[in-house]
T-cell receptor, first 117, second 109 residues
Framework: GAVVSQHPSWVICKSGTSVKIECRSLDFQATTMFWYRQFPKQSLMLMATSNEGSKATYEQGVEKDKFLINHASLTLSTLTVTSAHPEDSSFYIC?????????????FGPGTRLTVT | EDQVTQSPEALRLQEGESSSLNCSYTVSGLRGLFWYRQDPGKGPEFLFTLYSAGEEKEKERLKATLTKKESFLHITAPKPEDSATYLCAPRDAGNMLTFGGGTRLMVKP
């Protein structure tokens, strides 16, 4: 149980284009989903927290107009990187929790490798 | 501000050579400390949650312990398949996880 999937697993896009990453909880309803970014040999940095049906809460320094998060259902959240630039190249990981906030364990997806050329 | 420091950054062991990984934390109102394993190019895999000082949890060759300022992940007689990056993440009173930098463990046969 507690499986989280991400799609795509990797993507290459040109500078200036937008990319959408999907995060799905496959066997549970995720009240809360989290989006993290991880640069090579560094740890996970939380970007934003989203609760189903409400606007995402972004961490300090994360541009909400650049990283659009939609948590439209209890099993799906999407992260759209708008007008991507090479410095946005990173490993993006989502996690899902069946509880509000971080009250329950977070189950992580396999990650999406974004490369912007 | 919550702070988490993991040491060492990297650890090389021979198969069967036991050791410990350290996670030092400063968190306001700890509400659990989480350990994850992360393989290259993959998302973190949940290992343990510890909630109070003195608590211990075990899973196969791994045992996690918790004090008020630190957590240790003890690995007994490791195997090459235990090679991975181990991440700790305390959760604060605001229910947010803060990840440490991780310890990259390499076990040689």
């Amino acid at each position: 149980g507690a499986v989280v999937s991400q799609h795509p697993s990797w993507v290459i896009c040109k500078s200036g284009t937008s990319v959408k990453i999907e995060c799905r909880s496959l066997d549970f309803q995720a009240t809360t989903m989290f989006w993290y970014r991880q640069f090579p040999k560094q740890s996970l940095m939380l970007m934003a927290t989203s609760n189903e049906g409400s606007k995402a809460t972004y961490e300090q320094g994360v541009e909400k107009d650049k990283f659009l998060i939609n948590h439209a259902s209890l099993t799906l959240s999407t992260l759209t990187v708008t007008s991507a630039h090479p410095e946005d190249s990173s490993f993006y990981i989502c996690s899902a929790s069946p509880g509000r906030g971080s009250g329950d364990e977070q189950y992580f997806g396999p990650g999406t490798r974004l490369t912007v050329t | 501000e919550d702070q988490v420091t993991q040491s060492p950054e990297a650890l090389r062991l021979q198969e069967g050579e036991s050791s410990s990984l350290n996670c030092s934390y400063t968190v306001s109102g700890l509400r659990g400390l989480f350990w994850y394993r992360q393989d290259p190019g993959k998302g973190p895999e949940f290992l343990f949650t510890l909630y109070s000082a003195g608590e211990e949890k075990e899973k196969e060759r791994l045992k996690a312990t918790l004090t008020k300022k630190e957590s240790f992940l003890h690995i007994t007689a490791p195997k090459p398949e235990d090679s991975a990056t181990y991440l700790c993440a305390p959760r604060d009173a605001g229910n947010m996880l803060t990840f440490g930098g991780g310890t990259r463990l390499m076990v040689k046969p």
